[in-house]
């Protein structure tokens, strides 16, 4: 069974923190993807990797930015956390060839206050 | 620039009645739209897709139909039950420089016992 992991459900951080979000697949799928998820604007995607290393820009990249230094951990960093950035934030996976079916983890609820 | 969208947010419906989730799709080009279903306190899940070229698939008591005249998109769940009541988001494939998944806002789908 596929399974994605994040390293937290829920989270509180105050402005200016740095936050670090840890996503986990066991599937050895080689893209890896960070949305957040905010009412009545489903999910945006802020950045993408495709490889250990190599990382893109989504819609929504300002604010953040993302490491992978191994192909099953992809993680998202908000260097200066600010109160616009209290969201659900969602990473997911896929396997080449089969883009649109992405595997999700449950997602963390970060408060920024 | 493109946009999913257009849909009731929310939809309530008797149990054991069917259910009809509508999207509107914007891009002519995608080749995949996608229909996923997001239980409270989850990550999106995978329901069904369907090519472009088809007008009809159907799954496990679920059938997306495909309009491109008027790109138009539906998720009809059969003899709806408590377990179906979620967010369901319409999304579509993108082929730009990599492959992206365009995310409509969602629905919401309460089941009434």
């Known amino acids: 069974d596929v399974k994605v992991t994040q390293s937290s459900r829920y989270l509180v951080k105050r402005t200016g923190e740095k936050v670090f979000l840890e996503c986990v697949q066991d599937?050895?799928?080689?893209?890896m993807f960070w949305y957040r998820q905010d009412p009545g604007l489903g999910l945006r995607l802020i950045y993408f990797?495709?490889?250990?290393?190599?990382?893109e820009k989504g819609d929504i990249p300002e604010g953040y930015s993302v490491s992978r230094e191994k192909k099953e951990r992809f993680s998202l960093i908000l260097e200066s956390a600010s109160t616009n950035q209290t969201s659900m934030y969602l990473c997911a996976s896929i396997s080449v060839g089969r883009s649109y079916e992405q595997y999700f983890g449950p997602g963390t609820r970060l408060t920024v206050t | 620039g493109e946009s999913v969208g257009l849909h009731l947010p929310t939809l309530s419906v008797q149990e054991g009645d069917n259910s009809i989730i509508n999207c509107a799709y914007s891009?002519?080009?995608?080749?995949?739209f996608i229909w996923y279903k997001q239980e409270s306190g989850k990550g999106p899940q995978f329901i069904i897709d369907i090519r472009s070229n088809m007008d009809k698939r159907q799954g496990q008591r679920v059938t997306v139909l495909l309009n491109k005249t008027v790109k138009h998109l539906s998720l009809q769940i059969a003899a709806t039950q408590p377990g179906d009541s979620a967010v369901y988001f319409c999304?579509?494939?993108?082929?730009?420089?990599?492959?992206?998944?365009?995310f409509g806002p969602g629905t919401s789908l309460s089941v009434i016992p």
């Open positions: 891009n002519s080009a995608s080749d995949y």
């Open positions: 990797s495709y490889d250990v290393k190599m990382k």
């Open positions: 999304a579509e494939e993108e082929k730009t420089s990599y492959d992206k998944v365009i």
């Open positions: 599937m050895d799928h080689e893209n």
